[in-house]
């Protein structure tokens, strides 16, 4: 079975632990995380083989991270060590009407400081048909940048399917050009693209006509128009997924999405979550699930109720990596969520 390879920067999280503030912290409940790798660990967990590909520091920490990952049974091979320090993301919690926070500490971390010939592209290709990367990475830095365009154009090279997460971050892009300068080269080479109901708004300026998330319900249907404007900009793109998040409070999601390809839209009724554990990563676990899905299943819209369904489980678990099984979730396809006690 051919590889899927997942290309970006992984952290070291520190969150408070259960929901208290950071002025209420004396520990931090320690794990790591970042979009490509969440990625990799769902499609790993369902028996998909993948490799990780990121820099690490040279000492402990960064032997700490690489070892969580193998623990997850991710891919390790092509991790260049080098620089000086793991990023660091600190994540407070958030519950009812009180939002999550998230505090970057990643400036001048190992993958900032990534230059283009670091990796050994050629290799890390080798026996993979997919290769996924978050529009997280290209806001990092200018090198991870380059280092990205280099990895599309080798994996075009070599006719990978190539998926993206639009992934806009306002925090991260401070190097010296914006989304909308440095995205639209990059995901004209993709076949699979995914965003939420803002990141192609915010990237590109294509706005979901009537779309309201503040109101707590996102209807799918203001989002066909928004994968068809993205198709007429970036052609190249066959399949395009819009995740539907309705937040009515940090405790209490509606969750769903929409799958456009070829022409034909895809939409799955959705699940209400409450009360959430945990919902950092619940992007990056439906692009697992679809990329298990797209890989797996003959139909389109079988493809999409896993991604959604897989997501929606990983808004009950702790720490960014999504940690179910195939069975886990195509249970909760059929329609069991009454969350019995298995015996």
Request: charged share 20%.
């Amino acid at each position: 079975m051919k590889k899927i390879v997942c290309f970006g920067e992984i952290m070291l999280r520190l969150s408070p632990p259960g929901f208290q503030r950071f002025v209420q912290a004396s520990s931090f409940d320690v794990t790591f995380g970042g979009g490509e790798a969440n990625v990799a660990a769902s499609l790993s967990g369902f028996g998909l083989p993948t490799e990780f590909v990121t820099r690490l520091p040279a000492h402990e920490i960064g032997d700490a991270c690489r070892d969580f990952l193998r623990r997850h049974g991710i891919g390790t091979n092509h991790i260049v060590r080098g620089g000086d320090r793991l990023g660091i993301y600190f994540l407070e919690m958030g519950s009812a009407q009180r939002g999550s926070k998230v505090i970057y500490d990643r400036a001048g971390s190992s993958f900032a400081t990534i230059e283009p010939g670091m990796v050994n592209w050629e290799a890390a290709f080798a026996d993979a048909d997919w290769f996924h990367w978050t529009g997280i990475t290209p806001a990092v830095s200018r090198g991870a940048a380059e280092a990205l365009s280099e990895a599309i154009s080798a994996a075009r090279a070599r006719g990978l399917t190539i998926s993206c997460d639009l992934n806009y971050r306002k925090k991260l892009w401070n190097w010296g050009r914006t989304a909308s300068e440095v995205m639209p080269e990059l995901v004209s080479q993709c076949d699979v693209a995914i965003g939420n109901e803002e990141d192609a708004d915010k990237v590109f300026g294509i706005k979901a006509p009537g779309a309201d998330v503040t109101a707590g319900k996102v209807e799918a249907a203001a989002y066909v128009s928004v994968c068809e404007q993205l198709k007429a900009r970036f052609p190249n793109l066959q399949t395009i997924a819009i995740t539907l998040r309705g937040s009515i409070s940090a405790s209490h999601n509606r969750w769903s999405a929409l799958l456009w390809h070829d022409g034909q839209v895809y939409t799955t009724p959705g699940y209400e979550i409450t009360p959430i554990v945990d919902r950092v990563g619940g992007g990056d676990s439906f692009m697992g699930g679809l990329i298990y899905g797209l890989k797996t299943y003959e139909s389109k819209q079988k493809a999409l109720e896993f991604a959604v369904a897989a997501s929606c489980l990983k808004h009950t678990i702790f720490g960014d990596f999504n940690l179910v099984s195939v069975a886990e979730v195509e249970t909760l396809m059929k329609g069991d969520a009454s969350g019995r006690v298995s015996r």
